[in-house]
Every structure is written in C-alpha cells, then in structure tokens.
C-alpha cells in the first residue's frame, strides 16, 4: 500500500507566540491513493509545454522530516549532501 502525503495550505508554517522566533512543524496528513481527494493546488498546469511531463517524488521523507523540526534547509543529491 502506497502512502501520500500532503500539507493543507491553511496549516503551513505559522509562528507561534511561545516559540521564540522559530516556526512550527506544518501539520502532514497520510493517506491512501483511494482515499486521496483531488488537491486543486497540486492539479497539473504549466505555462511551459516543454516541463509538463516532469514528476517530482519525495524519498527519504523521513530525513526531510528531521530538518524540518530544526526549520533548516539542505540539498541532498546522489552524490551527497550539500
């Protein structure tokens, strides 16, 4: 079974007042391709014929996850990280 994940946009980051200037964790909900409603926001459009067969998938979601919680950004590539 085939998990999908998605953030609403009404609970992307937002600050919170007790937190010291640092973000909170967007809220991620899972569920299963049957399950899953068409997201208006993630429907395929592009003003560029030539990128529209281009898929974008998320591995080592757990790893993205981590520096999430530390609200940093990093680029991993085959050959490693950056």
Do not use: A
């Not at 937002?14 to 010291?20: A, G």
């Not at 974008?56 to 530390?70: G, I, P, Q, S, V």
């Amino acid at each position: 079974m085939e998990l999908l994940y998605s953030i609403e946009p009404s609970k992307r980051r937002r600050r919170s007042p007790n937190s010291q200037g640092r973000d909170t964790p967007p809220e991620i909900s899972s569920s299963t391709p049957e399950e899953t409603p068409p997201n208006p926001l993630l429907q395929d459009r592009s003003n560029c014929d030539e990128l529209r067969h281009v898929v974008c998938h998320l591995e080592t979601k757990d790893l993205w996850e981590k520096f999430n919680e530390l609200g940093t950004e990093m680029i991993i590539t085959k050959t490693g990280r950056c």
